[in-house]
């Protein structure tokens, strides 16, 4: 169907008698669905488990559920088709599965999944220049223990008061499920076991002698990403790790996105908790192999394939949106405990700020928004093979680098931030974020016919088709720009608010460490260009600690006195509310500029 046959009759066509169950193919999966009229693809195919990826929500904010028809009527393309996809991709026969509805018998084409091994994740690996003498006591008891077998018919004391009487616990102490394995346990190796326990609580009882394998899982949910960190509790050596994207990103790729998607539906709800819940149980089966008895992590409530009397032990919250992984970036880096003032911030799609010494520390979140992991940006793309992750100057010409150095398929937020700060820095962009094409004379010979206007829109040419192994066009466009101001003036405005409610100038902060996924991709120049960090800052001021709120996660596994040190650090922290202070609105409109040229006039 043509744009031209848009309107009403169309439009009745589109919603026809809905006792009728309409064919959908979704491919590369060939797989056929039977759904009601009128629904959209995107919901029809979440209802089947298909995995289409709506980073906004299923809202028409954003790309990443865009499809293509392969066969079947094109419907005509919505205000939200032809504002994110532009004309190109719509005469193409893409429309995004979110706002497209089933009417007639369609096949459509999905982009499939990418190869998560190519994604960057950051794991829990410790920096090299961080040192946490740290007290191994995970609270995790194991006890050789042996206990008393009956030797006639008639001794009258059960298996479980024998165990008792050993280990000096009473019946409610013990969990119900350890009991029906108990009698064979104890005659493997003539009463001799190990038994575990938290607290008074029994968590197992072992055939043998275990008692010096004790093992746990540190796990990182993010936003984004989820790092799983299988430890030795005795010496707190990090055995194996596994990272994974997280898998409720097809429900949306930010909080808010994902609060959305579960309010009006509390089935919703399900779905996510279902949905990380069978990923953490796909991280225990990849993790288990490297261990010789029972993992010791998660309740029964979790569902999660492990001792169900094991402990879950949650690290607290602040306040707001400053949750648990805020408490464990400021547990890893030890921000409370040196004399200098430093800062922390946690750079992601719900982000935090943290800052202070020993004698105060305040937090508040700075949701940066999915835009860096490449939603809502025209090419954008998450950190995988192909994604253009660093830019720069080469006698006046763009140079790019790809992940992997393979061929360029679109641009991940570590590339952006490179982009535009070259763009800065040689005037393609001013500092209110405007492409300057009335400008582009002034610009090197190589820029000149890269930055142009199409219709109504601004843009840059980041790769033509065959540039940089590019098969289609690559470009920025201006809202990209304007998206990547809103991340930045979001991370901004928290760092500026946090100084000026603690008083603390720039040349009094000591440090600035950049943590998580993607801070530690982020080149420290091009954010210092952009204004993402405090300009006032010098770049050797600023340093990468890594996945620290992994790292954190580690740290309250294996040692009781660090979960109790959370405990503080939570209780310590002032939570500062951004949108209720009356100076937000004016610093977050200051942050979203860029930084003007030295030497440049206001």
């Known amino acids: ?27 590369p999966d060939q797989r056929t669905l039977h759904v009601e009229p009128g629904v959209t693809v995107l919901k029809a195919a979440h209802g089947a488990g298909v995995d289409i990826t709506a980073t906004c929500g299923g809202r028409g904010r954003c790309t990443s559920c865009r499809v293509k028809f ?7 393309p919505t205000i939200m088709d032809e504002l994110q ?8 026969g893409y429309r995004l599965a979110c706002q497209c509805r089933v009417s007639e018998p369609i096949t459509v084409q999905v982009a499939p999944p990418l190869d998560e091994r190519t994604f960057q994740i950051l794991g829990a690996e410790r920096p090299h220049d961080l040192p946490l003498p740290v007290a191994l006591d995970a609270g995790i008891r194991k006890e050789v223990v042996h206990v008393a077998l009956p030797k006639e018919e008639h001794h009258q004391t059960s298996d479980l008061e024998e165990l008792l009487a050993v280990t000096g616990r009473r019946p ?12 064979a346990t104890l005659r493997d190796r003539q009463g001799e076991v190990t038994v575990t326990s938290f607290g008074r609580r029994l968590l197992a009882v072992e055939s043998g002698d275990t008692s010096l394998l004790k093992f746990g899982l540190a796990i990182d949910i993010g936003t984004t990403s989820v790092v799983s960190s299988l430890m030795e509790l005795e010496s707190g050596e990090q055995l194996a790790s596994v990272s994974s994207l997280n898998p409720q990103a097809v429900f949306g790729g930010d909080l808010m996105s994902r609060i959305a998607f579960v309010q009006y539906d509390a089935g919703n709800l399900r779905k996510l908790q279902t949905r990380i819940v069978g990923l953490l149980n796909q991280h225990i089966e990849q993790l288990a192999p490297v261990m010789r008895h029972p993992l010791v992590l998660a309740a029964r409530e979790l569902f999660l394939k492990v001792n169900p009397e094991a402990r879950v032990c949650l690290l607290p ?3 707001g949106f400053v949750g648990a992984d805020a408490v464990a970036v400021a547990l890893a880096t030890r921000m409370g405990e040196t004399p200098e003032l430093r800062i922390a911030v946690d750079i992601g799609t719900n982000g935090e700020v943290l800052l202070g010494s020993r004698d105060q520390l305040w937090a508040c979140s700075a949701p940066a928004g999915p835009a860096l992991e490449g939603a809502q940006i025209r090419h954008g793309m998450r950190a995988a093979l192909g994604a253009i992750d660093r830019a720069g100057l080469d006698g006046g010409a763009l140079r790019l680098h790809t992940i992997g150095e393979a061929p360029a398929q679109g641009i991940c937020g570590s590339g952006l931030i490179d982009v535009i700060a070259v763009l800065l820095e040689v005037g393609a962009i001013d500092w209110t974020g405007l492409i300057d094409v009335e400008g582009s004379d002034r610009l090197p010979p190589p820029l000149r016919e890269r930055v142009v206007m199409r219709g109504e829109e601004r843009m840059v040419v980041l790769a033509r088709p065959g540039e940089a192994g590019a098969v289609h066009e690559i470009v920025l466009t201006q809202d990209d720009v304007r998206q990547v101001q809103l991340c930045k003036g979001a991370i901004a405005s928290g760092v500026v608010m946090l100084q000026h409610v603690a008083g603390v100038r720039d040349d009094q902060v000591s ?3 950049l943590a998580g996924g993607f801070g530690n991709y982020l080149g420290i120049r091009s954010a210092l260009r952009i204004g993402i960090i405090p ?6 001021r600023i340093r990468y600690v890594g996945n620290a709120a992994a790292l954190g996660a580690q740290l309250a596994l294996v040692s009781e006195a660090e979960r109790d040190r959370a405990e503080a650090i939570a209780r310590s922290i002032e939570h500062v509310s951004l949108a209720a202070h009356p100076d937000f609105q004016d610093i977050f409109v200051d942050c979203m500029n860029f930084p003007r040229p030295i030497g440049s006039q206001p």
């Open 317 to 319: 919250l602040v306040a």
């Open 70 to 76: 392969v066969s079947g009527t094109i419907p005509p």
């Open 85 to 92: 996809l532009g004309d190109g991709l719509v005469r193409e």
């Open 511 to 513: 440090e600035l460490m």
């Open 1 to 27: 169907m043509t744009r031209a046959k848009a309107g009403e009759e169309s439009r009745r066509e589109w919603y026809p008698d809905a006792r009728m169950s309409i064919a959908l193919t979704i491919l």
């Open 172 to 183: 409610d102490d013990v969990a119900v499920g350890l009991l029906a394995a108990l009698p």
């Open 535 to 540: 300009a006032g800052l010098p770049e050797s």
